[in-house]
């Protein structure tokens, strides 16, 4: 049961598909007050047992009591606990208790929800503008809220099979003979590979649509150069244009009035990569079409996947933050108390990049209308998806493309997947990913992913392994690192053996993982589940976050500390246990219901598979374009 509720004048988001005639009165389960300021609260009490699922890319756990949260899609590339906002936000929630039910604030400015944070039996949800929609949405289970909540938003973007290879990225491989080293080092290691990324220093000067011909000579050839090799190249595309005279997207964009503005009708400027940029109105459908049509030139060279990057938008700084920075440092005061004051300083300048104050001057054009971009901030980047997957639809209807975004917003899903930013090569990142991936499927997020090893600081070689053996099982499964960190590709972190087991098993399992991701887009189904959603009467499995549900057949426990020998895992039924080494079953067994310590070595990955169901397995390949998918081995 769908209860539909409309405040004001909202803004459409598009992220609901299916009509529902809305409401009159105030909806259930949740109490509605304005506040001092006049914004519209929401509020519920929590009982000791009730969970609250959701929030998709949000920091912590699974269950998302005990923080508070902000949707505000946020550059932050230090996802620690206390952070509130991460790049997406997916205002999807379910109170689950003696009575589940799910929210769905469908707004495009900032809202919050304090999850027991303020006062710890309380939800409150805080929205800052009172132009929105809500949805309430009731059922049996939270299991069956997500699958009516992912109804009404439509199906889920479906990415071809070979984006469900194993990729390698790396800030950046400058030229075009860094990605052939990429591609032989993983060939001559005998560890599967699909896809090498380019990051932005394949462009000139970081123009977006543009290729550098002198790290890329011939960029075309070298495309099907590497395509032969079974690898496909996947471009970045940023979110700013640079303002240079001659180069045709600025020239045009500016013409057509395609850009942000400011509140003066000139055209907003931010410093991004390629210096002083302009933000494409992705609000704006005239604009979205054109930008869009952009992907034209790399489509045409051959090129088939994108990742769309720095879409919150992300901003170094404006010519206005400089201006008040210098204002401030020409009247500096040392004052009495220095550390203060140095707080102070240092602040204003690390402060400089993504200020509240410069997206509060972005103005967008939305069907005619003049709209801050306060209103609509949550939705830049998922505008931009749209944008390219509309694009791709007209130029290349037949061709399946991949394509993910940085910045999301639940609509999103139905164009393209995400990647979860710039996390790092921490062991506590790990368990962030294994957390996050079953509340991005409840919000319609299936095809995503974090950077495996961690994108900033030095991966270690236990890291890698550890993060690999969990990646194997999420569809996006891609090595990323940041520039100047330590080398993270598999053959470069010494002994390759236990990579080449680990990544081939991906390949193995490819046939049921792809099927499995196929069903939950076409099905409104998750993928990847918490335990309490298979074993919804197991009070013990309620609250166990460790441990996910892959498909419809087998349960995953990676380890995830650095010098564990194994884990301590629950079953909540008795289960057969594959511990697989070099893409085989090296040992197995059946456990009985009930907790169990099983060894992992780092080379080695534990699967479960759950009563009652098989696991089918093909025979590894390099690619996916040699796999073959015949079945060859299934455990039960
Ligand atoms: O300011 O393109 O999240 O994956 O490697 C950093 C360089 C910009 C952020 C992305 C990251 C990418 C990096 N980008």
């Not at 997020?445 to 600081?457: C, H, N, V």
């Not at 918490?530 to 057949?553: C, K, M, N, T, W």
Request: one cysteine or more; a negative charge; glycine letters at 8%.
């Amino acid at each position: 049961m769908i209860r539909k509720y409309i405040y004001g004048t909202p803004i459409e988001t598009d992220a609901v598909i299916e009509q529902i005639p809305p409401e009159i009165g105030k909806p259930d389960h949740l109490t509605f007050e304005t506040d001092k300021d006049g914004k519209h609260v929401y509020s519920c009490t929590l009982a000791d047992d009730d969970i609250v699922y959701g929030l998709g890319e949000a920091p912590r756990g699974i269950n998302k009591r005990g923080h508070i949260y902000e949707s505000f899609n946020s550059d932050d590339p230090y996802h620690t606990e206390e952070k509130r906002s991460l790049y997406g936000s997916h205002n999807f929630i379910i109170v689950d208790g003696d009575v589940c039910f799910g929210a769905f604030f469908d707004c495009g400015a900032p809202v919050t929800f304090d999850i027991g944070y303020t006062e710890h039996d309380r939800l409150t949800v805080t929205l800052s503008e009172n132009n929105y929609v809500l949805y309430i949405i009731e059922g049996d289970s939270s299991y069956e809220i997500v699958r009516e909540f992912r109804r009404i938003i439509g199906k889920s973007y479906i990415a071809p099979e070979w984006a469900f290879g194993f990729q390698q990225s790396r800030w950046s491989y400058y030229t075009a003979d860094d990605v052939r080293k990429v591609v032989a080092g993983y060939r001559d290691a005998g560890i599967p590979l699909d896809a090498v990324y380019l990051d932005i220093d394949y462009m000139e000067d970081y123009k977006d649509f543009t290729v550098s011909s002198e790290r890329f000579p011939d960029f075309e050839a070298f495309v099907s150069e590497m395509k032969d090799m079974g690898i496909h190249l996947v471009p970045i595309i940023d979110a700013g244009v640079k303002i240079e005279d001659g180069y045709d997207i600025y020239e045009e964009g500016k013409e057509k009035g395609y850009f942000c503005k400011r509140p003066d009708g000139s055209d907003f400027v931010a410093a991004v990569w390629p210096g002083r940029t302009h933000f494409p109105d992705f609000l704006n459908s005239d604009a979205r079409k054109w930008f869009g049509d952009k992907y034209k030139v790399l489509l045409d060279a051959g090129i088939d996947g994108f990742w769309n990057d720095m879409n919150e938008p992300a901003m170094f700084y404006t010519d206005e933050g400089v201006d008040e920075i210098i204002e401030y440092v020409k009247n500096f005061d040392f004052g009495c108390n220095s550390a203060s004051k140095y707080f102070e300083l240092s602040g204003k300048f690390t402060g400089l990049a993504n200020r509240r104050k410069d997206y509060s001057n972005i103005r967008h054009n939305i069907n005619g209308e003049f709209v801050s971009h306060d209103r609509v901030h949550n939705l830049f980047g998922y505008m931009m998806t749209r944008a390219a997957a509309e694009g791709f639809k007209r130029l290349a209807p037949d061709k399946e493309i991949l394509i993910f975004s940085r910045s999301s917003y639940i609509g999103m899903h139905r164009y393209g997947g995400i990647w979860t930013g710039d996390n790092q090569s921490w062991w506590s990142h790990i368990l962030l990913n294994i957390k996050m991936m079953p509340s991005l499927n409840m919000c319609g997020f299936i095809y995503s992913g974090a950077d495996l090893g961690g994108f900033g600081a030095n991966c270690t070689r236990d890291l890698l392994l550890r993060w690999l053996a969990f990646g194997i099982f999420t569809p996006l499964m891609r090595d990323h690192s940041a520039l100047g960190t330590r080398n993270q590709e598999c053959y470069s972190m010494g002994d390759i053996k236990a990579f080449k087991g680990i990544i081939k098993l991906r390949y193995r399992l490819l046939p049921y993982l792809y099927q499995s991701y196929l069903d939950a887009c076409n099905n409104n189904d998750m993928m990847i589940k918490p335990l309490a959603f298979g074993y919804p009467d197991d009070r013990q499995a309620r609250h166990i976050e460790d441990q996910l549900l892959v498909g419809d057949s087998i349960m995953i426990t990676p380890v995830y500390e650095q010098n564990a020998v194994g884990r301590y895992v629950y079953l909540p039924e008795e289960m057969r246990l594959l511990i697989f080494k070099d893409a085989d079953v090296n040992r197995t067994e059946v456990l009985p219901k009930g907790v169990h310590y099983i060894d992992v070595a780092l080379d080695e990955v534990p699967i479960f598979i759950r009563k009652d169901k098989e696991l089918p397995l093909c025979a590894p390949a390099q690619c996916t374009a040699k796999l073959n998918r015949e079945i060859n081995d299934i455990f039960c």
